[in-house]
């Protein structure tokens, strides 16, 4: 039995030092990722902008100033970095009462919950951006609704509110599950106490809840600040061309006037700039969480003054009165926000007009799906983006499944830096990623054009696989496989007999989940994909920014409607909100 246990991973990895099964993963890691992020770097240093100039080892900010001492570039990124710190905080407001909703919810409705989440989360970002475009367009929801209180025919696309909308509409679900982490896990006592104490929902709420999930409330605002300072498909499908955000600056130096180097220099800058606000956004909330920190503070915080009592009463009531019902408000505004959109694109692909952003409703028709499945495009696009997500899929998990084992069993110096490293992907932009890869594929140019794109997809998917299976790894019963390994049985039977079949319903949650997000990536894609090979997403993308035919959104349907099965499968085999705890 001891010879089963020793080292924590001898039992299920024999004769190995305690990280060596991590290798394979920081191995793809340094390839497929710090690659590329070196090649962007290098580029941003280059005097010159033409792509066939050799590179120079000689380090040159020419780009940075070009760059900073442009109003234009200056403008364009202090209007992206404003909207995403809007969209955070709006995520944030929103982010809150559908959490709370989630956490309180019975058990057999919470997988239900969940899918209300996951589902706008697993659904390409193309497809949320055109069900944007049908809620705000003339004619539509939001229009009639302006009609029917008299402010007359609204037209809300293609301005900054529907790019922020939209961009809300994306990231609200990262928000959400960090926030509902720590509500899940918070002591419900204290709650108890303070409501027996008198205080009511809205105090409670201040008092209590607010305090002990700052944790989460950091780690929401840091991705969904990352995530929306540098996000440029929905600014592209939504904003039209009045609104121009950093993103969009890097796609087309990058792409279309192929000046790598001023396109490198713009995701540096946009990346400093994000990681800098991230840090003053942990410093910020960190001020009010001494607790969370390792060591206490060196000098006691000063707390505001209390309020005199002839207005803390008022105020008091004020908010226990108005709180709830500002709660639900949130509580709506936030599930339809998720899911109309959705409802809208499912009804657009079935309505008679030839307008992919036609907002009323014409008549039922079903040439929408009968023209894409005569049109072959279609079809290999999807063909292309099904072999690349089983690919992905299977590469990640077995990447990630000896890593987690690694974190999750091994002890030794540096374990902890070691796994934020390996999750460092999920911080940092994508586009920077895709126009490194995009530079490496040019110079290494007999490698095929697929292989790149599933490089950086294994990328992007492996670290949400490593840290469910990770928290599944940590949570196994070892008394089974020490059992085993006490009767004699070696350790590779012991790991193919006992410990891999109670992993079973982690890993096939895990591959699922990685094969849906990797079949809708579209950022990174696009900036890989040829003429010859490209995606189902991109294809949506760029058919949606320029021909805008009703085609867009019967794909986009059907990818809704898979997106759901699988979701429905996964939670037969494990319930989506345990799913997510793992």
Same mark, same amino acid.
């Given at each position: 039995?001891?010879?089963?246990?020793?080292?924590?991973?001898?039992?299920?990895?024999?004769?190995?030092?305690?990280?060596?099964?991590?290798?394979?993963?920081?191995?793809?890691?340094?390839?497929?990722?710090?690659?590329?992020?070196?090649?962007?770097?290098?580029?941003?240093?280059?005097?010159?902008?033409?792509?066939?100039? =050799?590179?120079?080892?000689?380090?040159?900010?020419?780009?940075?100033?070009?760059?900073?001492?442009?109003?234009?570039?200056?403008?364009?990124?202090?209007?992206?970095?404003?909207?995403?710190?809007?969209?955070?905080?709006?995520?944030?407001?929103?982010?809150?009462?559908?959490?709370?909703?989630?956490?309180?919810?019975?058990?057999?409705?919470?997988?239900?919950?969940?899918?209300?989440?996951?589902?706008?989360?697993?659904?390409?970002?193309? @497809?949320?951006?055109?069900?944007?475009?049908?809620?705000?367009?003339?004619?539509?929801?939001?229009?009639?609704?302006?009609?029917?209180?008299?402010?007359?025919?609204?037209?809300?696309?293609?301005?900054?509110?529907?790019?922020?909308?939209?961009?809300?509409?994306?990231?609200?679900?990262?928000?959400?599950?960090?926030?509902?982490?720590?509500?899940?896990?918070?002591?419900?006592?204290?709650?108890?106490?303070?409501?027996?104490?008198?205080?009511?929902?809205?105090?409670?709420?201040?008092?209590?809840?607010? =305090?002990?999930?700052?944790?989460?409330?950091?780690?929401?605002?840091?991705?969904?600040?990352?995530?929306?300072?540098?996000?440029?498909?929905?600014?592209?499908?939504?904003?039209?061309?009045?609104?121009?955000?950093?993103?969009?600056?890097?796609?087309?130096?990058?792409?279309?006037?192929?000046?790598?180097?001023?396109?490198?220099? *713009?995701? @540096?800058?946009?990346?400093?700039?994000?990681?800098?606000?991230?840090?003053?956004?942990?410093?910020?909330?960190?001020?009010?969480?001494?607790?969370?920190?390792?060591?206490?503070?060196?000098?006691?915080?000063? /707390?505001?003054?209390?309020? =005199?009592?002839?207005?803390?009463?008022?105020?008091?009531?004020?908010?226990?009165?108005?709180?709830?019902?500002?709660?639900?408000?949130?509580?709506?505004?936030?599930?339809?926000?998720?899911?109309?959109?959705?409802?809208?694109?499912?009804?657009?692909?079935?309505?008679?007009?030839?307008?992919?952003?036609?907002?009323?409703?014409?008549?039922?028709?079903?040439?929408?799906?009968?023209?894409?499945?005569?049109?072959?495009?279609?079809?290999?696009?999807?063909?292309?983006?099904?072999?690349?997500?089983?690919?992905?899929?299977?590469?990640?998990?077995?990447?990630?499944?000896?890593?987690?084992?690694?974190?999750?069993?091994?002890?030794?110096?540096?374990?902890?830096?070691?796994?934020?490293?390996?999750?460092?992907?999920?911080?940092?932009?994508?586009?920077?990623?895709?126009?490194?890869?995009?530079?490496?594929?040019?110079?290494?140019?007999?490698?095929?054009?697929?292989?790149?794109?599933?490089?950086?997809? @294994?990328? /992007?998917?492996?670290?949400? *696989?490593?840290?469910? /299976?990770?928290?599944?790894?940590?949570?196994?019963?070892?008394?089974?496989?020490?059992?085993?390994?006490?009767?004699?049985?070696?350790?590779?039977?012991?790991?193919?007999?006992?410990?891999?079949?109670?992993?079973? =319903?982690?890993?096939?949650?895990?591959?699922?989940?990685?094969?849906?997000?990797?079949?809708?990536?579209?950022?990174?894609?696009?900036?890989?994909?040829?003429?010859?090979?490209?995606?189902?997403?991109?294809?949506?993308?760029?058919?949606?920014?320029?021909?805008?035919?009703?085609?867009?959104?019967?794909?986009?349907?059907?990818?809704?409607?898979?997106?759901?099965?699988?979701?429905?499968?996964?939670?037969?085999? *494990?319930?989506?909100?345990?799913?997510?705890?793992?």
């Amino acid at each position: 039995m001891a010879a089963a246990s020793r080292g924590g991973m001898a039992a299920s990895f024999p004769a190995m030092a305690p990280a060596a099964p991590a290798i394979p993963y920081l191995l793809w890691l340094a390839a497929a990722f710090a690659a590329p992020l070196a090649t962007v770097l290098l580029l941003a240093l280059q005097e010159g902008g033409d792509v066939f100039t =050799p590179l120079s080892l000689s380090p040159s900010a020419a780009q940075f100033t070009e760059i900073l001492g442009d109003g234009y570039y200056r403008r364009v990124m202090a209007d992206t970095l404003l909207m995403a710190a809007g969209v955070t905080l709006a995520a944030a407001l929103l982010g809150y009462p559908l959490a709370l909703w989630l956490v309180r919810l019975p058990p057999r409705w919470r997988p239900l919950g969940f899918a209300c989440i996951l589902v706008p989360l697993l659904t390409n970002v193309v @497809v949320r951006s055109l069900g944007i475009i049908l809620l705000l367009a003339p004619g539509g929801i939001v229009s009639g609704v302006a009609q029917a209180l008299g402010f007359g025919r609204v037209n809300l696309l293609f301005g900054w509110f529907a790019v922020g909308l939209s961009l809300l509409q994306v990231f609200l679900p990262y928000m959400v599950l960090a926030l509902y982490d720590v509500l899940e896990g918070r002591d419900r006592r204290l709650a108890e106490a303070a409501a027996g104490l008198g205080a009511g929902p809205a105090l409670q709420f201040l008092r209590v809840t607010l =305090p002990l999930s700052l944790g989460g409330l950091r780690a929401g605002l840091v991705v969904t600040f990352l995530m929306a300072s540098t996000a440029y498909v929905s600014a592209t499908l939504v904003g039209g061309k009045k609104v121009q955000v950093s993103g969009m600056v890097v796609l087309k130096e990058g792409l279309e006037l192929l000046n790598h180097p001023l396109a490198a220099a *713009m995701a @540096v800058l946009m990346l400093a700039a994000s990681v800098l606000a991230t840090l003053a956004i942990g410093k910020a909330v960190g001020f009010f969480t001494p607790w969370l920190a390792q060591r206490p503070p060196r000098a006691p915080r000063r /707390l505001p003054p209390p309020l =005199p009592p002839h207005l803390r009463a008022p105020l008091v009531a004020l908010a226990e009165a108005a709180g709830p019902w500002l709660g639900r408000l949130l509580l709506g505004l936030a599930l339809a926000l998720l899911l109309f959109p959705l409802l809208l694109v499912v009804v657009a692909s079935v309505n008679d007009t030839p307008q992919a952003t036609v907002a009323g409703f014409q008549g039922f028709t079903w040439r929408w799906y009968a023209m894409i499945f005569e049109d072959t495009r279609y079809l290999a696009d999807a063909w292309t983006s099904l072999q690349l997500a089983l690919a992905a899929a299977l590469i990640a998990l077995a990447l990630a499944l000896p890593a987690s084992f690694a974190l999750a069993r091994g002890r030794w110096r540096g374990q902890e830096q070691l796994g934020a490293l390996m999750l460092l992907p999920l911080a940092l932009p994508g586009i920077a990623i895709g126009l490194g890869m995009l530079r490496l594929l040019q110079w290494f140019n007999a490698l095929p054009p697929f292989l790149g794109i599933l490089a950086v997809h @294994v990328v /992007l998917i492996a670290p949400f *696989m490593l840290a469910m /299976l990770r928290a599944s790894v940590a949570g196994l019963d070892r008394a089974q496989e020490e059992a085993a390994g006490g009767l004699g049985a070696a350790p590779w039977r012991v790991l193919w007999r006992i410990t891999l079949p109670q992993l079973a =319903p982690a890993i096939a949650v895990a591959g699922l989940l990685g094969f849906l997000l990797s079949f809708g990536e579209v950022t990174v894609t696009a900036f890989l994909t040829t003429a010859r090979m490209q995606t189902l997403p991109v294809r949506i993308y760029a058919e949606a920014s320029f021909s805008l035919q009703n085609t867009v959104n019967a794909v986009s349907t059907l990818i809704i409607l898979v997106t759901v099965a699988l979701l429905l499968l996964i939670n037969r085999v *494990m319930p989506l909100d345990r799913a997510w705890r793992r």
